[in-house]
């Protein structure tokens, strides 16, 4: 009898669990038993806008390989792999991606994250073997992320950072910022258990805005952090909330660096003062999408040897049931159950 595995079929602001069957891998292709999978900023922004058509989301994973298809015997980088290997994957190829896929009554049905199982069936997917546990390993999409960011950034050792926006991002963008050589980092976010954690990431000075309401007194608090009052060196807008722009802008040093990292999602359009922002103060202004095989090459070994306390981001770990539970959660107040939401990790075992 063809088994069976379940996947998370998103439609407007609603989840609905299915069943498909689970195939048997072509050659070329693999098949992996699910573990964790992350509830991404762009998952939440597209949900919040509510789903015109039915969709599989998910593309923060890390699995078990379940079973390998005829021809497949190494990772991207070299390594042999085997049944029951534990793997990360980049989410983005060039015939597809997986999560964000549309038409989920399609085989192969297990194309999305939020599920039992996940069939890397595209051509060339970046793949790689890791040893390192699954509340870690599943942090590699984000953290490369981080990596394109900071290498964009072209921090110089001893700069003066600044990231804005303490959610999964801000603290991967922290963390890369720290291991590029930065000599001051300061975070600007909230709530206080994500700024707690952004400390232990390697956070100088920690501003929450739930406490200090005001850009114009947060601009004035983070200058006073800089050498002379002069502005930071380079600043990360890993937010994604649109007055955040300017305001970091506003952080940014004259001959500084502003790299915009927040915005995967259309959230609209913003007015600010373009001569006094960006003309007068002679910035150079990056923005990144995503990341390439590149970053995972670049980024996976740091993560693996990192003595930073990434597991502990994973504040949650639900199951598939629980869903809209995590989504709610990244809606409204980053809690659940009166505790800090920081990254929520979907599981397939309930």
């Keep these: 009898m063809p088994r069976t595995g379940r996947a998370v079929v998103a439609y407007g602001k609603e989840f609905e669990i299915r069943e498909y069957p689970v195939p048997e891998p072509a050659p070329n292709t693999l098949l992996l038993r699910q573990e964790l999978a992350g509830i991404c900023g762009t998952d939440l922004h597209n949900w919040q806008n509510g789903f015109d058509k039915e969709i599989l989301l998910g593309h923060e994973n890390v699995g078990i390989v379940e079973a390998i298809g005829e021809g497949v015997k190494n990772d991207y980088v070299g390594k042999p ?5 534990r793997l990360i994957f980049a989410p983005g190829t060039d015939y597809g991606g997986y999560g964000f896929q549309w038409n989920p009554d399609d085989a192969p049905h297990f194309r999305g994250g939020f599920a039992d199982y996940m069939y890397l069936t595209y051509p060339n997917t970046c793949f790689m073997k890791t040893d390192i546990s699954p509340e870690v390993a599943v942090l590699t999409e984000p ?12 921090i110089k050792f001893g700069d003066t950072v600044v990231v804005q926006g303490s959610g999964a991002i801000g603290l991967v963008t922290l963390a890369c910022a720290k291991l590029s050589g930065a000599g001051k980092l300061i975070m600007v976010g909230g709530p206080a258990g994500r700024l707690e954690l952004a400390r232990r990431f390697g956070a100088d ?13 947060r601009t004035e608090l ?22 955040a722009t300017p305001e970091g802008l506003g952080y940014t040093r004259r001959s500084g660096t502003f790299v915009e990292v927040g915005h995967f999602v259309d959230m609209g359009s913003i007015d600010f003062n373009i001569n006094q922002l960006l003309m007068r103060k002679n910035l150079r202004l990056e923005a990144i999408w995503g990341s390439s095989y590149e970053h995972f090459v670049r980024g996976l070994p740091l993560l693996e040897k990192s003595d930073l306390p990434f597991a502990d981001m994973i504040s949650h770990k639900l199951p598939l049931s629980q869903v809209e539970d995590g989504f709610k959660a990244l809606d409204g107040g980053y809690r659940i159950n009166g505790e800090t939401a920081i990254k929520i990790a979907i599981q397939a075992t309930e």
């Design 81 to 85: 792999i085997k049944e029951g290997d």
């Design 143 to 154: 953290f490369t992320v981080g990596v394109h960011a900071v290498m964009r950034g072209k």
């Design 205 to 217: 000075v920690t501003i929450d805005i739930e406490e200090v309401t005001s850009a114009e007194e």
């Design 222 to 243: 983070v200058k006073a952090e800089t050498p002379r009052n002069a502005g930071a060196d380079v600043v990360f807008e890993c937010a994604g909330f649109l007055p």
